[in-house]
């Protein structure tokens, strides 16, 4: 799986406020998922993974939803801090070692 | 714990080089990747072991890459002879079975081939 990240669409977010970051994912077949971080420079950060089984999962200000009808996959960060300022993107996974990855969302947070 | 090691974190070389990128996986962890990241292409998954052997590597673009893992702890990427088209960031990443695990990212060495 490859994915295209010419142009990156962009959240801007207050600090302060949540941000919502989506993804669309490929493969009815997917069943496990996996939001990363990446700052500039740096390797992609694992933040939150979540099985098909489930359809939340809830981790230290940050929140996975699983609609696995529609396929579709969403990451929430509470309290959204300059830190947090990152590229997102998703990984999904059908029970091989192949992980398809998303394009990436890029989130901007104002001061 | 240290996390997916990788060196160098920046190489620069001149077109005709051979490059070596080196990788340390999370100790404990059965399988290692490498993918490459590019604007245009984003990951590439580039090759895939498991318990030290090479499963797939379907994704080397050509001969002039070659991959070796011969112990649980190391793994090496060549690149001979390099392009300037090899220049991209490289990932190593490594994960405890492979399949459908969590999979852990190193911090990548960044590769400009002039």
């Known amino acids: 799986g490859e994915s295209v990240g010419l142009h990156l669409p962009t959240l801007s977010v207050q600090e302060g406020d949540n941000s919502i970051i989506n993804c669309a994912y490929s493969?009815?077949?997917?069943?496990?998922f996996i939001w990363y971080k990446q700052e500039s420079g740096k390797g992609p950060q694992f933040i939150i993974d979540?099985?098909?089984?489930?359809d939340k999962r809830q981790g230290q200000r940050v929140t996975v939803l699983l609609n696995k009808t529609v396929k579709h996959l969403s990451l929430q960060i509470a309290a959204t801090q300059p830190g947090d300022s990152a590229v997102y993107f998703c990984?999904?996974?059908?029970?091989?070692?192949?992980?398809?990855f998303g394009t990436g969302t890029r989130l901007k947070v104002l001061a | 714990d240290a996390g997916v090691i990788q060196s160098p974190r920046h190489e620069v070389t001149e077109m005709g080089q051979e490059v070596t990128l080196r990788c340390k996986p999370i100790?404990?962890?059965?399988?290692l990747f490498w993918y490459r990241q590019t604007m245009m292409r984003g990951l590439e998954l580039l090759i895939y072991?498991?318990?030290?052997?090479?499963?797939?590597d379907s994704g080397m673009p050509e001969d002039r890459f070659s991959a070796k893992m011969p112990n649980a702890s190391f793994s090496t990427l060549k690149i001979q002879p390099s392009e300037p088209r090899d220049s991209a960031v490289y990932f190593c990443?490594?994960?405890?079975?492979?399949?459908?695990?969590?999979?852990?990212f190193g911090s990548g060495t960044q590769l400009s081939v002039l």
């Open positions: 990984a999904e996974n059908g029970g091989t070692y192949k992980y398809i």
């Open positions: 100790s404990g962890h059965n399988s």
């Open positions: 979540i099985r098909s089984n489930m």
């Open positions: 493969n009815s077949a997917s069943d496990y």
């Open positions: 072991f498991n318990n030290n052997v090479p499963i797939d």
């Open positions: 990443a490594s994960s405890l079975g492979g399949r459908g695990e969590k999979l852990f």
